[in-house]
């Protein structure tokens, strides 16, 4: 099966299985995994192309009835996250930890600092995440973590974790940029 290279028109969108397993997965047997999977289809057969991102995630969290969010994000982005916390903040009760958290340098883990004069913390995914599973959120977002530590934070995040903006510090936070360019798709 190669989804992406589809020689049959996206059959799969009508109906048609190429998977060898059938569509019937018993992780939807999970009542917690059935209602984020109707939630999250009700939500896109409701607003498709009427709402933001943003307002999805509001809806979202309504309709589960999650009261306390986390936000784990990187330093570069933390004039964002100030107006993602006020917005959500409208609605739930927030908790947002910046990257940096616990000021470890980075020499302890023999990472190389950006601008070798200057002492550089490195960035701490499993200490942001850790701090959010012991308040208790109950969905975590990603905002601009790095690759590989967006990794690391939703491995050991306890609450469902989903990603609002995706760095990209080349493209102004949209890898598909890169799609969309022939500069930059050339480049690839």
Not at 5 to 21: E, F, M, R, T, V
Not at 22 to 33: F, K, L, R, T
Request: include cysteine; glycine fraction near 6%; aromatic fraction near 10%.
């Amino acid at each position: 099966m190669d989804c992406a290279n589809c020689k049959l028109d996206n059959a799969c969108y009508q109906g048609k299985s190429c998977y060898d397993q059938g569509y019937q997965q018993p992780e939807y047997g999970i009542e917690e995994n059935r209602k984020i999977l109707a939630t999250a289809s009700r939500i896109e057969s409701e607003y498709y192309m009427k709402i933001t991102r943003i307002q999805e995630v509001i809806k979202f969290c309504q309709e589960m009835d999650y009261r306390t969010l986390g936000i784990g994000f990187c330093v570069g982005l933390s004039k964002e996250v100030k107006e993602i916390s006020a917005i959500l903040g409208k609605h739930f009760k927030v908790h947002s930890v910046c990257c940096k958290v616990c000021g470890v340098d980075k020499k302890e883990y023999e990472i190389p600092n950006v601008k070798p004069e200057r002492y550089e913390a490195a960035c701490n995914p499993v200490g942001q995440v850790k701090y959010l599973n012991k308040l208790g959120t109950q969905l975590n977002l990603i905002v601009g973590l790095c690759i590989g530590h967006d990794i690391l934070f939703t491995k050991y995040s306890e609450a469902p974790v989903t990603t609002l903006v995706v760095k990209d510090r080349v493209l102004a936070h949209n890898p598909l940029g890169a799609i969309y360019s022939n500069y930059w798709r050339r480049q690839l």
